[in-house]
């Protein structure tokens, strides 16, 4: 991985250390919580988050009704810890008259694919509307009572991560009623690399909405500009957006998030993976949910036993109600010590397929195309083609988008 050699900081690194002094215990690998996110630096500067520069969006929305678009990782980073968003901007008088919840929900609790009910956030009483269940749009009914929209989700750079195709959406009701969109810019911790196939108009969906790779090395704020110049939104209409970006940050800076992004992505080495494992989603083999490492492993009941020396036993746990092979014993490989990767690993993918010696039980196809983007994946793994001969055929799309992307870039 293609990242900086400079000494790992943190916002407040310093101040966690000084309250643990003493204590040696060493936090669970698996797990963010409550881990504090490390950066890398540029000049001994840790990278400052969009949230974090209040002064320079605070102007903007001061005597107007907003609405927020926003979950669990929405907050603005202290010396003690963190406040949420929502939170500070009542604080400071803001006129926050709702909440626009993402898959997950508000607070992060539901499972991946679980519908997010509309209702009342308990802490604030605002009302929270949900982008994840009947609609995902909002409707123009919505928004009537808005002057602005801002938006602040830690995305991970992968187009099948639900949160960029819920921007668009927002971007593009906002624009159709004339309101404006701030974006809080957060960083990407796969902004290191481009790579995967890339989406086709045919299969596109909430999976991925526009003709971009499967990791796009941009972060939410640089491609929330690329959606809105490039003409992606319905009818090309465009919306009036600002982005506050991130400080003392670069596209190569480590990011490690302090806060798990989803229930089923708890740490550095899942997001890493994701990518890859992700596209074992539209498969029927397990990717680790029900277990603590998702997608950190991958296996299922059906595959071949006798080539493999590790197995597990998926059970609902927090974010995996209903696990793929749940209670049933998974033969598969652990990835949880694999070393940081700067591509989209097809290899995992391949072995899996080849040690499944009833291919029926694979693919579950139409949930695979949507993952990969296009239905030539599946027919180059079943043809047996090597992981090189399927990468080659992406080049050109990779590099046309490459040149692209280089028009949106705030970072270098």
């Not at 009704?65 to 406040?83: D, M, P, Q």
């Not at 796969?190 to 526009?210: C, I, Q, R, S």
Request: hydrophobic share 35%; aromatic share 10%; net charge negative.
């Amino acid at each position: 991985m293609a990242f900086l050699s400079s000494f790992k900081s943190t916002v407040f690194l310093w101040f966690l250390i000084m309250s643990a002094c003493g204590n040696s215990e060493k936090q669970p690998k698996n797990s963010l919580e409550p881990r504090i996110g490390q950066t890398q630096v540029i000049e001994n500067k840790p990278i400052i988050v969009g949230a974090n520069s209040t002064q320079e969006y605070i102007g903007l929305l001061k005597g107007k009704k907003i609405g927020v678009v926003a979950n669990l990782t929405s907050v603005i980073f202290k010396e003690n810890g963190h406040t949420h968003l929502v939170d500070s901007l009542l604080s400071l008088d803001i006129d926050i008259k709702k909440v626009f919840a993402p898959e997950h929900g508000f607070r992060g609790q539901a499972d991946a694919g679980e519908k997010v009910k509309d209702g009342l956030d308990a802490k604030t009483g605002l009302p929270l509307i949900s982008l994840y269940g009947k609609n995902r749009k909002p409707s123009a009914e919505l928004l009537e009572d808005l002057d602005l929209v801002l938006f602040d989700i830690q995305d991970v750079g992968v187009r099948f991560y639900t949160y960029i195709a819920t921007l668009q959406l927002v971007m593009e009701a906002c624009a159709e009623s004339n309101i404006p969109v701030v974006v809080l810019d957060r960083p990407n911790p796969n902004a290191h690399y481009v790579d995967g196939p890339t989406m086709e108009k045919e299969h596109t969906g909430f999976l991925g909405m526009t003709t971009i790779p499967l990791v796009y090395g941009m972060t939410i704020g640089e491609y929330a500009t690329m959606i809105n110049d490039e003409g992606w939104l319905t009818d090309k209409v465009k919306v009036n957006l600002t982005v506050i970006p991130l400080k003392h940050y670069t596209h190569d800076s480590e990011y490690s998030l302090p806060i798990r992004p989803s229930p089923n992505l708890p740490n550095d080495t899942a997001i890493n993976l994701y990518p890859s494992l992700g596209l074992f989603e539209g498969t029927n083999i397990n990717a680790g949910r029900g277990t603590e490492f998702q997608f950190q492993r991958y296996g299922a009941s059906f595959m071949d036993s006798t080539q493999y020396d590790f197995n597990y036993l998926p059970k609902p746990n927090f974010g995996s109600k209903n696990p793929k092979e749940n209670g049933k014993i998974c033969y598969g490989k652990d990835l949880s010590e694999t070393s940081p990767m700067n591509e989209v690993s097809l290899k995992w993918l391949i072995d899996a397929y080849k040690n499944t010696p009833d291919k029926s039980k694979f693919f579950n196809t139409s949930g695979f195309t949507k993952h990969a983007g296009t239905a030539l994946l599946q027919q180059q793994i079943e043809n047996g083609l090597s992981e090189g001969e399927i990468k080659a055929t992406w080049q050109s799309d990779l590099e046309s988008f490459k040149a692209v992307r280089a028009k949106y870039l705030i970072y270098d």
